[in-house]
């Protein structure tokens, strides 16, 4: 019986096996990199020291890849400098840098690529350690929507569930919700019902759960299985991820969030704005007094630069100066400056130390504001990321001092056409770079598109590119149509930002291929556009209406004074020819009567 027993309970057990396994293809994968080409695929990877390993995930499926760091492990202690994971945007370590993975990473990295191709690089440093990763990738197409995937829940309280919910959630889900209640309150998430996979390190399917407003920071904590786990927030801001992989579905989850005020002093009415230009961190007093702060005792790294007190303290200057530090990590540029609370003189104080330390961060798509307080309500950090003013126009000659204000503009065909970039920064150590341009009859960019410039190589004979000069980008070329009669030709140039200190840059590069391209690529990445252009033929063409209507607007007023002199000029000229008629007709009865006989009576 006990013989039988153990033969039923084998099949139990291989099925909890194959489960926990997840059906991940491990099978024939290199230990240290690997080409792979597969619509998806998780990776189980161990390594140890000095390993420098490639893996290129590549396949033509006009699709994007979103890649999934579910668990990693590197050496205790080890730095972002020896030892981390590098992603980049594209089919090789020439490609643009989309991120970086390593021991101090406070969050579950999710990437995804631009294109059908993304490629990461794990490189370990000399500690001896089994390093043990687990990712995995999938493709899809960003336009396929999920119903009840994520969303902004703004209100006081409210529920979440898992999509499908109660039903088994799809594979592939990857779900984002963000979480605000009202000022100077917290937020508690209570899950009710929990029910994903289950793995002992929460690979396969998991939900995160951040301290913020982002993923990219704050994790809370990552959960799966079976539990019904609960969180707390440390501000009025919460971000809740659901992420599965293509295999084992369960129920998913029902979560409700509740808010509550936020204990002690009063929460800083506190925010960092940040421009090409300027730097401004606003201060309540109320706040500051309620710590126990003097408003006038504040300062920035230079104490010359002195705040602007009204109802609050406001400390508003251009990026580079009142002490301002300038950090460039390869992928963003930081601004950093400190607000401390200055000595009065005494040789010793009871009173609490302050230290804001306010960063703008220059980065492509974002609008965060965030604030970091202490345990005891004191604020420490206060971080922003701005974006770069970046403008593009077409100008009327190779001194580009006048530029083209009309739209659309008008042009002969192989017309040489100037165009300039042009960076709004008072950060006079920037450089402006041009990598990539293209030309599209759709003001969207679809098909079909013509390459002039790519990797800051000139892709048309006639392209012609500037050095560059401070903070503009310059190129010309000329005129063109499209076939099959397009109208318009729009222009969309992908700008590069890079600090001009920094003489490896890919901003100083020019004309680098993507297969050669150096690791240290951009900085800060951006685009612009700039149409539409049309051929003066066109202008001329009866079926163009759009120009023509604009010209008859203009040509209103002397057409209507014409219409009027010319109308006068008939009327007088009728009445002219009426009154000669009258005469005649009056002279021509004189003269009859002259030579008429008088007929006698008798």
């Known amino acids: 019986m006990r013989a039988l027993r153990q033969l039923l309970l084998l099949p139990l057990v291989a099925a909890l096996a194959l489960a926990e396994d997840n059906s991940i293809e491990f099978t024939g994968v290199p230990r240290c990199g690997a080409a792979l080409h597969e619509l998806h695929k998780a990776l189980r990877i161990e390594l140890n020291a000095n390993a420098n390993c490639v893996w290129q995930i590549q396949r033509n499926a006009n699709q994007t890849i979103r890649l999934v760091f579910s668990y990693f492990k590197f050496a205790p202690s080890s730095s972002c400098e020896t030892e981390s994971i590098k992603v980049y945007d594209g089919p090789s370590t020439y490609s643009p840098l989309l991120g970086q993975v390593c021991n101090n990473t406070d969050a579950v990295p999710v990437l995804q690529s631009s294109s059908d191709s993304l490629t990461f690089l794990i490189t370990t440093n000399s500690v001896a350690f089994t390093r043990n990763f687990f990712v995995f990738y999938y493709f899809f197409s960003p336009e396929t929507k999920t119903e009840n995937c994520g969303g ?36 508690n998430l209570q899950f009710q019902d929990f029910f994903l996979e289950l793995d002992q390190n929460c690979q396969f399917d998991f939900t995160a759960v951040y301290d913020g407003p982002t993923t990219n920071t704050g994790l809370l904590g990552k959960v799966c299985g079976r539990a019904q ?87 508003s200057f251009p990026l580079t100066s009142c002490g301002t530090t300038k950090k460039d990590d390869g992928q963003s540029i930081t601004y950093t400056n400190i607000i401390s609370h200055s000595a009065n003189g005494n040789i010793i104080t009871r009173e609490k130390d302050i230290q804001i330390i306010a960063k703008c961060k220059m980065e492509n798509n974002s609008t965060l504001e965030v604030i970091y307080i202490t345990k005891n309500n004191i604020i420490q950090n206060t971080t922003a990321v701005g974006r770069y003013n970046v403008s593009m126009s077409f100008y009327d000659s190779d001194s580009f001092s006048t530029p083209v204000r009309q739209s659309p503009y008008y042009v002969d065909l192989n017309q040489s056409l100037f165009a300039q970039v042009t960076l709004h920064s008072t950060d006079p150590n920037l450089l402006v770079f041009v990598d990539t341009c293209i030309a599209s009859p759709q003001p969207d960019f679809g098909s079909p598109t013509y390459d002039l410039i790519r990797s800051g190589c000139n892709k048309d004979d006639t392209v012609v590119i500037y050095p560059p000069l401070e903070h503009y980008g310059r190129f010309k070329f000329n005129a063109f149509r499209f076939l099959r009669s397009f109208p318009s030709v729009y222009l969309q140039c992908d700008i590069l930002i890079c600090d001009s200190n920094n003489t490896n840059s890919r901003c100083t590069q020019g004309c680098i291929s993507r297969q050669k391209r150096a690791i240290s690529s951009y900085t800060w990445k951006t685009n612009a556009v700039v149409g539409p252009i049309r051929l003066k033929r066109d202008l001329r063409s009866a079926g163009h209406s759009e120009s023509l209507a604009k010209a008859d607007v203009e040509e209103t007023p002397n057409l209507q004074q014409y219409s009027f002199y010319t109308l006068s000029l008939v009327v007088l000229i009728s009445n002219i020819i009426i009154v000669a008629a009258v005469i005649l007709k009056y002279h021509k009865c004189q003269a009859g009567y002259s030579y008429q006989k008088i007929q006698s009576s008798y």
């Open 152 to 187: 902004q829940l703004t209100g006081p309280s409210g529920t979440l569930t898992s999509p499908n919910y109660p039903a088994p959630y799809p594979e592939f889900t990857y779900c984002v919700w963000h979480i605000q209640t009202a000022k100077n309150s917290k937020i």
């Open 229 to 315: 786990p609960t969180f707390e927030s440390s501000s009025n801001v919460m971000t809740v991820v659901l992420s599965t992989d293509y295999a084992n579905s369960y129920r998913g989850f029902s979560a409700q969030y509740t808010s509550a005020p936020l204990p002690g002093p009063v929460e800083p009415d506190t925010f960092l704005t940040c421009s090409s230009d300027s730097m401004k961190i606003v201060l309540s007093k109320s706040y500051l007094a309620s710590v126990g702060y003097n408003e006038t005792h504040l300062q920035l790294n230079d104490p010359s630069c002195s705040p602007f007190i009204t109802d609050s303290v406001i400390f």
